[in-house]
């Protein structure tokens, strides 16, 4: 049911024209600040957010999770850790304690991935990873 509902918002935007949204945050570019790494977004309708998989039983408006999942930084001697996220207005803030220079940052990028981001539309954010100088 669930992949039919955003099949058929796919639909109504590309084939029907309707100015509605149809994917969830797509990220867009990455800034270095000191310690921390700002991730930016495009196609957030009405801002980010966490939410939960559908059929999680947590709803978009009351998450049962506190903090944001999925997110991992990398430092500059290539080993990836988990990073504390928080949402500040359009963009993601991650950092970790362990990785005091972060160079890179993944969301959703492993075999079962739990993340939380969406937008206020009820879409979950796409996985991806913001490095390409390592083997895929």
Do not use: C
């Amino acid at each position: 049911m669930i992949a039919g509902r955003r099949l058929a918002i796919t639909a109504r935007h590309l084939v029907y024209g309707e100015e509605i949204a149809f994917t969830g945050p797509v990220f867009s570019h990455a800034r270095i600040e000191q310690n921390r790494i700002r991730l930016f977004f495009e196609g957030a309708k009405g801002g980010l957010t966490m939410g939960s998989a559908p059929g999680s039983g947590e709803t978009i408006s009351s998450p049962v999770s506190s903090s944001l999942k999925g997110f991992a930084v990398r430092g500059t001697d290539g080993r990836w850790f988990p990073a504390e996220a928080r949402i500040e207005e359009k963009t993601v803030l991650l950092s970790s304690d362990a990785v005091p220079k972060p160079v890179a940052a993944r969301y959703d990028w492993k075999s079962l991935p739990d993340g939380n981001l969406y937008d206020r539309a009820g879409l979950p954010a796409l996985p991806f990873r913001t490095d390409y100088d390592q083997p895929r």
